[in-house]
């Protein structure tokens, strides 16, 4: 017995030795598995910043050869009976040395270049040379801006008999007591916000050309002709009244807190050939866009960021998503993973007759009841196949790495994504409204920071004014101009700012 019991407890200590073995190994495959993946994770990561820093910025995919589209000619006539295959062609750019230039528009100096007297004898005969022709050609040239100063005299009258004077009336000036007129106010405000030139770069310039001006002069002046302009500025916000609006939102550094600001644009594609109103807070919470659109319903377009589902979800909103946004996560993936066979490959392959879609009705110029039936005819399947490949392929990726995220957030944000199909109004991205913020976006890479909320205030002012002119086809520089000409009228209450939008201006009087 005694032996018996040896023989049992002996097995029992190695069965319970291999048990813990068992469980050890388990653990350690565990163990294992999760720094592979945590290894997968970082390199990502590292990958990501890398190209960040160093890599292409462009999106754009390379051009195929042929896009499965079912746009026939007789759809592009409201008619969209046959589904046959219509190739698109690819976007052609122009060549870096081509050049486009409209002479006709430009001023023209002539100069003539004769052969002197003593040299229109010929050499070999000793007789005069007779004219036979000329020979024309043209060159671009510069005449560099120049300074002046406006003398104004105003010439006085008085009458003896009643002791009166009259004098001759003289254009105010944009901003009183300022040497500033509205000439030099448009051209530093341009070159600051059209063309990204800070103020004390300015100030330079100016001084290479013999006038000192402080560039804390030139922002008094910048700050001085925007808060002249605001009540243009409150009555750009009628797009609130249009049905379909898309919104963005940049950050911006803010000097006198030091911390990130924000700024908002809602873009209106539908009023005149597009309005886009910015807005700057000290915030991104989403009741920065909650309250602006308190009066707001129709149609609302953004990307995914949580901070406007309480606005999707509010009564007379209907929300719609950015198939871009979702791209641009499968593009980041190809671009981390250099994998162009891949999941993320393919979803891009998938996306691609979703765009040619748009861009052939966008070029036969189709209404928008057609452009909806058209999109319910082709893009509908498309999407359908789309969202049930994402769903039986989600289990087999990582859910922390790069393609798990982009499919996390694009079946997550899918019923926003879809929604432009019912509406042929809306966009299929928000893209309208990221190339209209891309300005405020190269302008802080060289004018930095903004000083406080106030000057926020005037920043999103000049950049809706001038930007919005560029979309409706109105010169920037005369549009700013002949708005500095009518700042006393607007002050008096003698003119409507509504009539000094873009898209209202009578376009004879600039």
Not at 17 to 28: D, F, P, R
Not at 350 to 371: D, N, Q, S, W
């Given at each position: ?5 040896h023989?049992?407890d ?13 469980i050890e ?5 565990e ?5 592979e993946e945590?290894i997968?994770?970082?390199?990502e990561t590292?990958?990501?910043q890398q ?8 999106e754009?995919s390379?051009?195929?050869e042929?896009?499965?589209?079912n746009?026939s000619?007789?759809d592009?006539l409201?008619n969209t009976?046959?589904?046959g295959t ?7 750019r122009?060549?870096?040395g081509?050049r486009?230039?409209n002479a006709k528009?430009?001023p ?7 052969l ?6 010929c050499?070999c005969?000793g007789?005069s040379?007779?004219?036979i ?6 060159q671009?040239?510069i005449?560099?801006?120049r300074?002046?100063?406006?003398e ?9 008999p009643?002791?009166s004077?009259?004098m001759?009336?003289?254009p105010?000036?944009?901003l ?7 000439s030099?106010l448009?051209d ?6 059209q063309y990204?030139l800070?103020?004390y770069?300015?100030?330079k310039?100016?001084?290479s050309?013999?006038?000192s001006?402080?560039?804390k002069t030139?922002a ?12 243009v ?12 609006l ?7 550094k803010?000097?006198e ?10 873009f ?6 597009g309005?886009?109103?910015f807005?700057?807070?000290?915030t ?8 602006r659109?308190a009066?707001?319903?129709g ?5 995914g960021?949580?901070?406007?589902d ?5 009564d ?5 998503g950015?198939?871009s946004h979702?791209?641009?996560?499968f593009s ?7 994998d162009k066979?891949?999941?993320?490959a393919?979803?891009?392959e998938?996306m691609?007759p979703?765009?040619?879609l748009?861009?052939r ?5 189709v209404?928008?009841?057609t ?5 319910q005819?082709?893009?509908r399947?498309?999407l ?9 392929i989600?289990?087999?990726?990582l859910p922390k790495?790069?393609?798990g995220k982009?499919i996390?957030?694009t079946?997550r944000q899918w ?11 809306a966009e ?5 409204v990221?190339n ?7 302008g802080?890479k060289?004018?930095l ?10 920043h999103a002012l000049?950049?809706?004014?001038i ?6 086809d109105?010169?920037?520089r005369?549009?700013?101009h002949y708005?500095?000409?009518k700042?006393h009228e607007?002050?008096?209450?003698e003119?409507?700012p509504?009539?000094?939008?873009p898209d209202?201006i ?5």
């Amino acid at each position: 017995m005694p032996l018996f019991h040896h023989m049992i407890d002996s097995d029992f200590d190695i069965l319970k030795a291999y048990a813990l073995t068992s469980i050890e190994v388990i653990q350690l495959h565990e163990r294992v598995s999760s720094l592979e993946e945590e290894i997968a994770l970082l390199k990502e990561t590292i990958k990501a910043q890398q190209d960040a820093l160093f890599g292409k910025k462009s999106e754009a995919s390379p051009p195929q050869e042929e896009q499965d589209t079912n746009l026939s000619s007789e759809d592009s006539l409201n008619n969209t009976s046959n589904a046959g295959t219509t190739p698109v062609s690819a976007h052609t750019r122009k060549t870096r040395g081509s050049r486009t230039l409209n002479a006709k528009r430009l001023p023209k100096y002539t100069v003539i270049h004769d052969l002197p007297e003593e040299q229109k004898t010929c050499t070999c005969c000793g007789k005069s040379l007779h004219f036979i022709g000329q020979e024309k050609s043209e060159q671009l040239e510069i005449i560099p801006a120049r300074y002046c100063m406006i003398e104004h005299i105003r010439m006085k009258y008085g009458c003896r008999p009643c002791d009166s004077i009259i004098m001759a009336p003289k254009p105010p000036a944009p901003l009183p007591k300022a040497i500033a007129g509205a000439s030099l106010l448009t051209d530093v405000v341009l070159s600051k916000y059209q063309y990204h030139l800070p103020l004390y770069r300015q100030s330079k310039i100016m001084q290479s050309c013999g006038i000192s001006i402080s560039d804390k002069t030139l922002a008094n002046w910048v700050m001085g002709a925007g808060d002249a302009l605001l009540k243009v500025y409150e009555a750009m916000w009628v797009i609130l009244k249009n049905r379909y609006l898309q919104v963005d939102e940049t950050p911006v550094k803010v000097l006198e807190t030091n911390k990130k600001g924000y700024v908002w644009a809602y873009f209106a594609p539908d009023v005149g050939k597009g309005l886009v109103v910015f807005e700057f807070s000290l915030t991104r919470e989403g009741s920065v866009a909650f309250a602006r659109l308190a009066s707001f319903n129709g149609l609302l377009q953004t990307d995914g960021y949580k901070g406007y589902d309480a606005l999707r979800k509010r009564d007379g909103v209907i929300g719609f998503g950015c198939l871009s946004h979702a791209r641009r996560k499968f593009s980041e993936v190809i671009k981390i993973s250099g994998d162009k066979q891949g999941i993320a490959a393919e979803m891009i392959e998938r996306m691609k007759p979703l765009y040619a879609l748009e861009a052939r009705m966008r070029e036969t110029g189709v209404h928008h009841r057609t452009r909806k039936r058209l999109r319910q005819k082709i893009a509908r399947p498309i999407l359908k196949d789309i969202h049930v490949w994402l769903r039986s392929i989600k289990s087999r990726v990582l859910p922390k790495s790069k393609l798990g995220k982009a499919i996390f957030y694009t079946l997550r944000q899918w019923s926003y994504l879809i929604a432009y199909l019912r509406h042929g109004m809306a966009e299929i991205d928000t893209n309208y409204v990221e190339n209209k913020i891309r300005d405020i976006a190269l302008g802080k890479k060289n004018w930095l920071f903004i000083g406080n909320e106030d000057c926020g205030l005037i920043h999103a002012l000049w950049y809706t004014l001038i930007i919005s002119a560029i979309i409706n086809d109105l010169n920037p520089r005369v549009y700013i101009h002949y708005l500095l000409t009518k700042v006393h009228e607007l002050r008096r209450g003698e003119i409507d700012p509504l009539s000094l939008l873009p898209d209202r201006i009578d376009i004879k009087a600039l």
